[in-house]
């Protein structure tokens, strides 16, 4: 009797349905800089899991020394986006984020004039001169789970802990209103929150038919916010899980 419960339980837990799991893969053609109406890359049902790459903040253009910022053609590249089946307004959906590696061997950051908190900007006239254009690169180191920082202008050097996460994800706005892929705001957006990593769920309000889900700006690490403007930015490879919380209303 014991070995038969034993057959039946195994036969039932190997009968158990994976969940669905919905491949994409984005090159820089294929971007959107905004979050709004867009035809979607893929369909997905609640409950699929989306295996996708994201491009880094600067289009994946910024490889080696000497490389400029007029070289990107535009901020903060969206993969997307995903039409997630039977998403209506006033439904809420929730992303599961099971896995974010970094994709590639290098993240970058960058100083630009005009932009981040250390420079005058447009909203905050500041006494000193603006800050040059300066560019670093950050070796990752995937053994260490690292990634080594060398100063340009003196020998100073630290290994930062890796952390990747997603600087932007979000849905399309309400109303069919489009939104630039550098503002945060009630859909998602640019929010650089560091919770939008392994191991966490974000719940974003629906606000469109089919959700329209957006995700992209990785980040290897940052600090409390991108003072410079910029995070250690890369590309990323992710497997998230979607569901639709129906009849759930979130602001």
Sequence with gaps: ???????????????????????????????????GSASPVAHVKSGDIIET??????????KKP??????????????????VDGAQPGDTLAVKFLDLQVDGNQGVGAFAPGFGALNETSYTPMLHPPLPEKIWF?????????????????????KIPLHPFFGCIGVAPA???ARSSIVPAEF???????????????????????????????????GDGEV????????????????????????
């Excluded at 790459?53 to 910024?62: E, Q, R």
């Excluded at 995070?231 to 009849?247: C, D, T, Y």
């Design 53 to 62: 790459n994201t491009l880094d903040a600067f289009g994946n253009v910024l």
């Design 138 to 158: 950050y070796p990752i180191d995937k053994a260490s789970s690292t990634a080594p920082f060398q100063a340009l202008d003196s020998k100073f050097s630290v």
């Design 188 to 222: 998602g957006g640019n929010m650089d929150a560091p919770e939008a990593s392994v191991g966490n769920t974000l719940y974003l309000p629906v606000n469109a038919t089919g959700a329209l889900l957006y995700m992209g700006d990785g980040h290897a690490a940052m």
């Design 66 to 83: 000497g490389d400029k910022q007029s070289m990107v053609t535009g901020d903060n590249p969206l993969t997307g986006p995903f039409y």
């Design 228 to 251: 410079a403007g910029t995070a250690i930015e890369v590309a990323l490879l992710a497997r998230a899980q979607v569901s639709v919380i129906k009849g759930k209303k979130i602001n």
């Design 1 to 35: 009797m014991r070995i038969c419960l034993l057959v039946l339980v195994t036969t039932c837990l190997g009968s158990a349905q994976s969940p669905n799991v919905v491949k994409y893969h984005a090159a820089i053609n294929d971007v959107k800089y905004l979050y």
């Design 175 to 177: 109303l069919g209103e």
